[in-house]
């Protein structure tokens, strides 16, 4: 089955810090990208929907400046999450799909927690 | 806007019952209905897949159904075990966009 890979899985960083996290593709060629957002007990959020080379497209009350995403090739999209503080601590989630996988199941990594302190 | 409901948010059974969870959705007019399942500070695993247009997806022990016009979906796990403790998610796929709505899950604890 399709492999995402998502890294890193774990970083605790002080605040005002940028934060880069990676989402490969690892057998397929993903024109898509999703990145999630989920606190505690609670349900995975979609942030934005990043397509491979043009701007991605942001949920209603996602900061696009704050939350910067690309998606440079058809195995990699980035999240960065800019000047970081607390109440940006969550785990973060990414998934990746293309056309040619429309009726497939969509296939996520295996999460980054993100520590703001 | 399509909504996910999970019921319940948490059950605990004993190792070996039979087993069903449920997800409702308010917008029928959907492309698929995905189930997943989340270890603890994990990522999400790909269960089972329904397409709009079937009814039920077994895998194993596992069996999902969809009912469109009802706007629900369960998954029925037989013969639990403890391994099978973990949250299930249930998502929503509208359209042929990829965009994914979920339900907040449930917790399910299997006692040995």
């Known amino acids: 089955g399709a492999v995402v890979s998502q890294h890193p899985s774990w970083v605790i960083c002080k605040s005002g810090t940028s934060v880069k996290i990676e989402c490969r593709s690892l057998?397929?060629?993903?024109?898509?990208m999703f990145w999630y957002r989920q606190f505690p007990k609670q349900s995975l959020m979609l942030m934005a929907t990043?397509?491979?080379?043009?701007?991605?497209?942001?949920e209603q009350g996602v900061e696009k400046d704050k939350f910067l995403i690309n998606h440079a090739s058809l195995t990699l999209s980035t999240l960065t999450v800019t000047s970081a503080h607390p109440e940006d601590s969550s785990f973060y989630i990414c998934?990746?799909?293309?056309?040619?996988?429309?009726?497939?199941?969509?296939?996520f990594g295996d999460g980054t927690r993100l520590s703001i302190l | 806007k399509q909504e996910v409901t999970q019921i319940p948010a948490a059950l605990s059974v004993p190792e070996g019952e039979n087993l069903v969870l449920n997800c409702s959705f308010t917008?029928?007019?959907?492309?698929?209905l995905q189930w997943f399942r989340q270890d603890p500070g994990k990522g999400l695993t790909s269960l089972l897949l329904?397409?709009?247009?079937?009814r039920e997806q077994t895998s194993g022990r596992l069996n999902a159904s969809l009912d469109k016009s009802s706007g629900r979906s369960t998954l029925y796990i037989a013969a639990s075990q403890p391994g099978d403790s973990a949250t299930y998610l249930c998502?929503?796929?509208?359209?042929?966009?990829?965009?994914?709505?979920f339900g907040k899950g449930t917790l399910l604890t299997v006692n040995p």
């Open positions: 990043s397509n491979e080379g043009s701007k991605a497209t942001y």
């Open positions: 329904i397409q709009s247009s079937q």
């Open positions: 998502a929503a796929r509208r359209g042929s966009n990829y965009k994914l709505t």
């Open positions: 917008d029928s007019a959907i492309y698929n």
């Open positions: 057998d397929f060629q993903a024109t898509t």
């Open positions: 998934s990746a799909s293309s056309p040619g996988r429309i009726g497939q199941p969509q296939h």
